[in-house]
């Protein structure tokens, strides 16, 4: 059931929400919104997020696969023991992929700010994966390199118009995810060009594959980018959501769970690692 303000956060979700707005009343305390709005004047140019998506597509005819980069996640299962932000960017830009997602949130995703200008160290865009529950992460996020920020139609309700307005108004492109009819709605009202369908439920973890088979299809193609995420893991899953509508997909834990990422994703889009190939001689 949907809240007044159009949220639908249950019980796993509201003490994660908690501590996060605690991490950023003391970044805050640090570093206040306004001091960093005035920096970001001075930041260089973001890359073109959305752009570089709708190339690759529109080139290739088939999505293009956003990597993500994290330790754990609140979202998953996942967890990782090590991680080397700046290596593995690069490996998966080798390996293919068209825009990369990592995390500045330290205590749930083992990220830290510094890994959005660490990944974008592999010239590829960047997608600020954070639990985004105040717009002072929007500037937050714009400052550290980001050119992409995640916003989850569901924690945010209402509110997300506003969030996408001040993410461009400072050439921030606003990433949305949504899960059911109404977060599409809302999704589509805010004139945003980046929507994600996910398959996973936030509360439970649950994958639930039809809810792309659902949404994907009702995203407007003159109006969207349609982007699919949550249980992909194989050239066939890539190639059913294409079929459905997406024109990229972002894939989290087949990735990270995997002992070498960068093997993981040619498997994924079913290449073949050029070392691995036959000598020609």
Do not use: W
């Amino acid at each position: 059931m949907s809240a007044a303000d159009g949220t639908t956060i249950g019980p796993r979700m509201k003490p994660i929400i908690e501590l996060r707005q605690g991490d950023l009343e003391k970044a805050k305390a640090k570093r206040s919104a306004g001091a960093l709005t005035g920096m970001i004047g001075e930041a260089a140019m973001t890359r073109g997020f959305m752009g570089r998506l709708f190339e690759y597509y529109e080139k290739n005819g088939k999505p293009g696969v956003i990597a993500d980069i994290f330790g754990a996640s609140p979202m998953s299962k996942s967890t990782r023991s090590r991680l080397d932000v700046m290596s593995m960017a690069e490996d998966f830009r080798d390996a293919g992929a068209v825009c990369i997602s990592a995390s500045p949130d330290r205590r749930f995703f083992r990220g830290s700010i510094a890994d959005l200008a660490t990944a974008g160290a592999a010239n590829l865009p960047i997608l600020d994966h954070d639990l985004v529950i105040d717009i002072y992460q929007i500037y937050e996020a714009r400052y550290a390199g980001a050119d992409a920020i995640l916003l989850v139609a569901s924690v945010l309700g209402n509110k997300i118009t506003d969030f996408v307005a001040r993410a461009d108004s400072i050439k921030l492109d606003p990433f949305i995810e949504v899960r059911n009819e109404a977060e599409l709605e809302l999704a589509l009202s805010t004139g945003a060009t980046l929507i994600c369908v996910s398959n996973r439920d936030l509360e439970t973890l649950e994958l639930d594959m039809s809810v792309c088979e659902k949404l994907l299809p009702m995203i407007p193609r003159d109006r969207a980018l349609a982007i699919a995420c949550g249980g992909i893991k194989t050239p066939d899953d890539i190639e059913k959501m294409h079929k459905l509508g997406a024109k990229a997909v972002r894939v989290g834990g087949a990735l990270m769970e995997a002992k070498d990422a960068y093997d993981a994703f040619h498997k994924l889009v079913g290449t073949i690692p050029p070392e691995d190939l036959p000598d020609p001689a």
